[in-house]
């Protein structure tokens, strides 16, 4: 029995071990592209104007000279996204006419460091939102899977038997509140993102997608009833008579709540018998 209990608990590991590493590691990727563009963006409000010579442009490859400080650098970056195309950047007319027309180019230049540069400080916010899923809904599940690899590995404490049996209140409502939290981390996000185009392009029919955000709006109002039940009376606590209670014995005990109950309060009580070979 222990040695099968070991190998359940390796197998365990090895799959909460893959779901950290796969998820979190998609939720971190995602993480560095929005908090890096915004990142950039910050950086990029204070610096210079400068003009600058365009010395080639192909097929959104560009490349730019400019001076400062006596000095002469060369630039090549168009936009401040992580994973920017440049092909369709919004700059990348204002490079064009420049290129064909042999006009100076306004680029932004970082004055502590004029080595950098950018041509256009806007924020890809279209790019932005479509990685936010990514970021929030696997980065959550990475640390999810984390999670429960630490406590896997955390020896268990031996029952106590006046402590009695904790009801799944608390975990119901951290479970709640995470598919609460995946769902709008992918709902809100995507539907923005479709509500720009369609608002571009007219079709109000795909507006539909509205009900997705809609239906997190009311799982945020049952998670916040959920969890203030929970913080008022908190979970039931079983206290058998028989501590462990043994299977295929008499069962009898008493339920008790952390913080009291109100006369002619009601309750539906569910004892579950969970047994493994």
């Not at 990142?39 to 210079?48: V, Y």
């Not at 104007?49 to 650098?73: C, I, L, W």
């Not at 959920?226 to 008493?254: D, E, K, T, Y």
Request: glycine residues 12%; aromatic residues 10%.
């Amino acid at each position: 029995m222990k040695v099968e209990g070991g190998k359940g608990n390796a197998g365990a590991l090895l799959v909460a071990l893959l779901f950290a590493v796969c998820f979190g590691g998609v939720g971190v990727f995602a993480s560095w592209v929005v908090g890096g563009t915004l990142w950039a963006a910050w950086e990029a409000r204070n610096w210079s104007r400068v003009p600058a010579e365009v010395t080639h442009y192909d097929s959104g490859s560009v490349q730019y000279k400019y001076e400062m400080n006596e000095r002469t650098f060369l630039g090549r970056r168009i936009g401040i996204g992580a994973l920017e195309t440049e092909e369709t950047h919004p700059a990348a007319s204002r490079i064009e006419r420049a290129w064909s027309a042999k006009e100076p180019l306004e680029v932004l230049v970082d004055p502590d460091n004029p080595s950098r540069s950018v041509v256009d400080d806007t924020i890809p916010w279209m790019m932005v939102i479509g990685f936010l899923p990514f970021a929030l809904g696997f980065g959550a599940v990475g640390l999810g899977a984390l999670g429960v690899m630490v406590s896997m590995m955390l020896p268990e404490s031996e029952p106590d038997e006046d402590e009695g049996i904790g009801s799944d209140a608390a975990s119901g409502f951290i479970g709640l509140a995470i598919f609460t939290f995946l769902w709008n981390a992918i709902a809100f996000p995507i539907a923005g993102v479709m509500v720009m185009e369609l608002w571009k392009s007219g079709e109000w029919l795909g507006l539909l997608v509205l009900l997705f955000p809609a239906i997190g709006l009311l799982m945020i109002w049952a998670t916040l009833v959920s969890g203030v039940n929970w913080i008022r009376r908190r979970g039931a606590v079983l206290h058998p008579q028989q501590m462990p209670p043994r299977l295929g014995g008499a069962f009898s005990g008493h339920v008790s709540f952390p913080r009291g109950v109100r006369p002619g309060d009601t309750f539906k009580a569910v004892i579950s018998c969970v047994t493994s070979s």
